[in-house]
């Protein structure tokens, strides 16, 4: 079983902002993301600035694509340099192929389905086959400040898409006592935000991630 990725989310509300944090953190990881929030509040600028910054690391576009799918790919993987772009699970089938169809032209490109809210497996077996290979199971900000906690029902959930064939990456407020309730199933990428950029020592806490990534992992 393949070690999982660290992936940073910038959720930010400036680039400038999110550029100090990767300058102190990008050292330490395996994919940067440009999150919706920074993408909402600076452009595509975000994207090409870590693209230029991080050329060797792998660059999330976390846009959150309900439409346009092919257009977007195009201007978030082939212009801007992304190589990972979401779709949510709420989109239409065809935005997830046509978005695939259009990444794939790209070295690098791909599509994950970011599963946030509600969605059900057989949707999920409708992506698996147009292609989609990747998934993200999202429990939002929203749902953690309602007191919402991982639990089995999320554990099960997330070992059912890896069954599936899903590559499968995790998110929402995770800590590092978080992550050993993930053991066992082959876990694409943990993402972390805050847990991160607004530790005491960021790249010392990106360093306890990948530690007890490893110690579960290994």
Same mark, same amino acid.
């Given at each position: 079983?393949? +070690?999982?990725?660290?992936?940073?989310?910038?959720?930010? $509300?400036? &680039?400038? /902002? !999110?550029?100090?944090?990767? *300058?102190?953190?990008?050292?330490?990881?395996?994919?940067?993301?440009?999150?919706?929030?920074?993408?909402?509040?600076?452009?595509?600028?975000?994207?090409?600035?870590?693209?230029?910054?991080?050329?060797?690391?792998?660059?999330?576009?976390?846009?959150?694509?309900?439409?346009?799918?092919?257009?977007?790919?195009?201007?978030?993987?082939?212009?801007?340099?992304?190589?990972?772009?979401?779709? +949510?699970?709420?989109?239409?089938?065809?935005?997830?192929? $046509?978005? &695939?169809? /259009? !990444?794939?032209?790209?070295? *690098?490109?791909?599509?994950?389905?970011?599963?946030?809210?509600?969605?059900?497996?057989?949707?999920?077996?409708?992506?698996?086959?147009?292609?989609?290979?990747?998934?993200?199971?999202?429990?939002?900000?929203?749902?953690?400040?309602?007191?919402?906690?991982?639990?089995?029902?999320?554990?099960?959930?997330?070992?059912?898409?890896?069954?599936?064939?899903?590559?499968?990456?995790?998110?929402?407020?995770?800590?590092?006592?978080?992550?050993?309730?993930?053991?066992?199933?082959?876990?694409?990428?943990?993402?972390?935000?805050?847990?991160?950029?607004?530790?005491?020592?960021?790249?010392?806490?990106?360093?306890?991630?990948?530690?007890?990534?490893?110690?579960?992992?290994?």
């Amino acid at each position: 079983m393949a +070690i999982p990725l660290l992936q940073l989310a910038l959720d930010n $509300t400036s &680039l400038a /902002e !999110a550029l100090e944090s990767t *300058r102190v953190l990008a050292s330490e990881l395996d994919v940067i993301e440009a999150g919706t929030v920074l993408c909402v509040t600076a452009g595509n600028q975000a994207v090409k600035a870590l693209r230029a910054l991080y050329p060797d690391k792998i660059i999330v576009a976390d846009i959150k694509v309900a439409d346009a799918g092919a257009l977007l790919a195009k201007v978030m993987i082939g212009e801007c340099g992304a190589d990972w772009m979401t779709v +949510i699970c709420s989109a239409p089938v065809p935005t997830f192929e $046509t978005a &695939l169809k /259009e !990444a794939k032209k790209y070295p *690098r490109g791909d599509i994950q389905a970011e599963l946030f809210g509600n969605w059900t497996f057989e949707e999920a077996a409708e992506w698996k086959k147009v292609g989609i290979k990747q998934a993200i199971y999202h429990r939002g900000r929203d749902a953690q400040a309602a007191g919402q906690t991982w639990g089995q029902v999320d554990i099960d959930k997330i070992a059912k898409l890896a069954e599936m064939g899903f590559e499968v990456s995790v998110t929402g407020g995770l800590e590092v006592e978080d992550l050993k309730l993930f053991k066992g199933i082959p876990v694409k990428a943990f993402i972390a935000g805050r847990n991160l950029r607004d530790a005491a020592d960021p790249a010392a806490a990106a360093r306890a991630f990948k530690d007890e990534i490893r110690k579960w992992w290994s």
